[in-house]
């Protein structure tokens, strides 16, 4: 079980973070007296012999020349990264990259919907989905920011997505929340990142992938652009305090 931060927005977190994620005494920190706000989201993605690199978006890789560790170990994760551009480019990479800070998100994998119909224990509470830049479809993923209700019980949230949802549409896809009742506290955010390896090939167009939800005020829906995860060169292988560990 992984668990994701829970913001009461998105700089409570960030200034949270003061280290790098990986602990490795080989790695070159940089300490600064505050973290510097994320500049990209990423997939890191490990490599042979133990390294890492990460994703930028469908096409761009970033080497970390101050990170040889794979912070997340043999995990593939969605995660926010301050970075600092360097030269000279490692061969096989798009950028070289200094790395500030690091800090994954909850990654999951999409649920294909049940052949019996019964999604009960995916729940069926409310959720919304918060404007904001990290809200996006793409290296395979489906990245969202969410706010809803948090309890002082410290009941941990189930979330989920649905594929296979609309028959006439392979690539409409329904977030799914189960709050196990823990629905009368205050709000709060939280980032999650689904991997859409169950959706067909796009075969390398961009089409329209639509999220289905339940809001506060009922059945809402928006739409990303999405294109299937395309093969790389280094493919080889708001309110209130906020919470932790409360997500799954």
């Keep these: 079980m992984k668990n994701v931060r829970i913001f009461a927005g998105l700089l409570v977190a960030i200034m949270s973070v ?53 912070p997340y170990g043999d995990k593939e994760v969605r995660a926010l990264v301050s970075v600092r551009e360097v030269k000279p480019e490692v061969e096989g990479y798009s950028k070289s990259v200094i790395v500030n800070w690091l800090d994954s998100i909850l990654t999951k994998q999409a649920v294909p919907y049940p052949a019996d119909g019964d999604i009960s224990e995916y729940g069926d509470d409310a959720i919304e989905i918060v404007r904001d830049w990290v809200n996006i479809a793409e290296d395979g993923y489906l990245t969202l920011r969410f706010r809803t209700r948090w309890g002082d019980g410290g009941v941990t949230h189930y979330v989920n997505l649905l594929t296979g949802v609309n028959p006439d549409d392979p690539y409409e896809v329904e977030f799914k929340h189960n709050a196990f009742g823990d629905v009368n506290g205050i709000m709060g955010d939280a980032l999650v990142a689904f991997k859409l390896s169950d959706l067909p090939d796009t075969e390398g167009k961009t089409v329209k992938l639509t999220l289905k939800y339940k809001s506060f005020s009922g059945e809402k829906s928006v739409t990303f652009d999405y294109c299937s995860r395309k093969a790389t060169v280094s493919d080889g292988t708001i309110n209130r305090a906020a919470y932790s560990s409360r997500v799954k």
């Design 18 to 70: 003061f280290t790098l994620g990986s602990c490795n005494n080989d790695d070159d920190y940089i300490w600064v007296g505050y973290p510097p706000l994320p500049n990209a989201l990423v997939t890191v993605k490990p490599i042979d012999g133990g390294g890492f690199y990460m994703q930028l978006d469908d096409s761009t890789t970033m080497y970390p020349v101050n990170m040889n560790v794979a």
